[in-house]
């Protein structure tokens, strides 16, 4: 069943209703995000170790897991997770952010910097075959 409008201009009744949930649709949504309370500060606690050396991040909340953010040099830090605990090994000299929870409940940021008497190595890609001998 088709109903035709003798009219089909909007009239300034509609175009003022939808502009006013629109405008009651952009407050809720505002609101919601002003009710929110801020988000914490994360304290970062700042580390250096040199390459080869371990670092043990004890007391760490139980199925939370890392995020680590590599800032220089991917290759630079091996990590390993364990109940309660991260174990780091610095591979290679560069840096990386690890967010973790605590047991505690904080949430706190290492800064991991891997100081290396060499430069960097390079990547882990594979290089050219060498040519064959005739």
């Known amino acids: 069943m088709i109903i035709e409008e003798a009219d089909t201009k909007?009239?300034?009744r509609?175009?003022?209703a939808r502009v006013l949930v629109l405008l009651a649709l952009i407050a809720l949504n505002?609101?919601?995000?002003l009710?929110?309370?801020?988000?914490?500060?994360?304290?970062?606690?700042?580390?250096?170790i040199s390459k080869g050396q371990n670092y043990t991040i004890s007391g760490v909340k139980e199925?939370?897991?890392p995020r680590l953010k590599v800032v220089n040099n991917p290759n630079?830090?091996?990590m390993q997770n364990a109940p309660g605990r991260i174990e780091l090994v610095?591979?290679?000299?560069?840096?990386?952010?690890?967010?973790?929870?605590?047991?505690?409940?904080?949430?706190?940021?290492?800064?991991v910097t891997v100081k290396a008497d060499a430069p960097?190595?390079?990547?882990?890609?594979?290089?050219?075959?060498?040519?064959?001998?005739?």
């Open 14 to 16: 509609r175009i003022a």
């Open 35 to 48: 009710a929110a309370p801020p988000e914490a500060k994360r304290r970062i606690i700042p580390v250096t």
């Open 90 to 111: 610095g591979a290679d000299a560069g840096s990386c952010n690890i967010n973790v929870t605590l047991a505690t409940g904080e949430k706190v940021t290492y800064v």
């Open 10 to 12: 909007p009239s300034s």
């Open 76 to 78: 630079a830090l091996v």
């Open 30 to 33: 505002g609101s919601s995000a």
């Open 63 to 65: 199925g939370a897991a």
């Open 120 to 134: 960097p190595q390079g990547s882990l890609v594979p290089g050219a075959a060498p040519t064959a001998i005739p």
